[in-house]
């Protein structure tokens, strides 16, 4: 019995990604957790820059989840709180603030990636970097 997938994110996509994240990190001197996770918002590959604080761990795992979970940027839950939408505060997983975002493969969304431990638009910068390379 064959079954039909649509694009997935391998492994060698999660690095690559990662990568790509941490080649930004590095070129402003900032310390970062990058999470990427698959299409069912779960841990694929995970990375922390020696002087990272740990909390910074959970926080890019949850960025990465919530872009897959709600398949947008996690800036638009940021924007939204910003702008008076606070029902955005109540929903179960979302994170606002900038640093997750979807990563998007023949139009589908087949993962995400998480970044934190500098400012939120710090976070989102490096993210941008991460998903340019797929």
Same mark, same amino acid.
């Given at each position: 019995?064959?079954?039909?997938? @649509?694009? #997935?994110? %391998? ?6 990604? $990662?990568? +790509?994240? !941490? ?31 740990? @909390?910074? #761990?959970? %926080? ?6 919530? $872009?897959? +979970?709600? !398949? ?63």
């Amino acid at each position: 019995m064959s079954m039909e997938h @649509g694009p #997935v994110l %391998t492994l060698d996509d999660a690095k690559r990604v $990662a990568a +790509a994240a !941490q080649e930004e990190a590095l070129r402003n001197h900032w310390n970062v957790v990058i999470a990427v996770v698959d299409a069912g918002g779960h841990l694929l590959y995970l990375q922390r820059e020696h002087h990272t604080q740990f @909390g910074s #761990v959970d %926080t890019a795992i949850s960025k990465a989840h919530a $872009a897959v +979970a709600f !398949q947008r940027p996690t800036k638009a839950s940021e924007d939204a709180v910003l702008s008076g939408r606070l029902i955005h505060l109540a929903l179960p997983g979302v994170i606002p603030a900038e640093g997750g975002v979807p990563l998007i493969r023949n139009g589908i969304v087949v993962g995400g990636l998480g970044v934190s431990g500098v400012r939120s638009v710090q976070d989102g910068q490096i993210a941008a970097a991460g998903t340019a390379v797929l």
